[in-house]
């Protein structure tokens, strides 16, 4: 009977290669901050170099494999990126600190001047008046498409009994356009709050706690419908706040998609 014998300059070798991969592969952990030191959840951390994705829970802790020599980095939408490079000196426990992204300063229009000295220091003081108007009362920027207002029951009924007729607002009431209208703005705000939520948390955030990822629009949805302060949250730009409330429903809206998937498989085999 032979037998096969390795000789020890490859087994040293083998032993070396092994060695040497592990003291090379590690798992990096951390928690994400914002300039105040408040946890930021949903922040994607990429091992650029091996391709690995995760994304940091509420808490704002990670964890991500990774070898000497990988770049890390870490996104998230309204703050700048930040990345490090894997060594064996990497702390055990690292903390990143993300900064706000500075936002675009919008460009100030200055009157064209005349010469005429009275002209343009009422020209200059008009402009100064509205900005000073705007920013005491608080007015809003107009922010997307703007809309034609819906008839109201009460805006069209009530000036008949005066004598006053809006044959349109009457129009709108009665056949119905009125109400198709409100029925598309509220379908119209629901789309929009949901992708501000998918715009800024990665997929797998919501599918590696059981949510599939053709199901996150319909998730997100329930989760309005459960905790109507969340699209509060969303109109004022509140992603941490939102979040927390959207990741109180993941158990629940799970457990239905583990539900659905058995009574399909029951469905297929009768």
Known sequence: MLKSVLPMKSLTGLFFILSFSTFCS???????????GVSLPAVTVINISADHKTSTAMDGTFSVE????DEIRFVRAGYERAAIKASADTEARLHIRLVRAARE??????PAFTGDLGKDSRAVAKADRGKMVQDAVGLPQPV???RE?????KQVLLPILVGQVDVQGLYDLISGKARR????????????DIA????RVEDEYFSKQGIPQQRISEFIEFSFAVNSRIRAYIRTKNLSAALMRIDEQIP??????KQDEKSLNLYDKD
């Open 26 to 36: 590690q798992t990096v952990k951390g928690t994400i901050t914002d300039e105040d």
């Open 66 to 69: 990774a070898s000497t020599g």
């Open 105 to 110: 300063i919008e460009e100030v229009r200055v």
């Open 144 to 146: 997307g498409k703007m």
């Open 149 to 153: 207002r819906p008839a109201e029951v």
């Open 181 to 192: 209208q409100k029925r598309k703005y509220r379908y119209d705000d629901l789309q929009q």
């Open 196 to 199: 501000w939520i998918r715009n």
């Open 252 to 257: 629940v809206f799970a457990g239905r998609v």
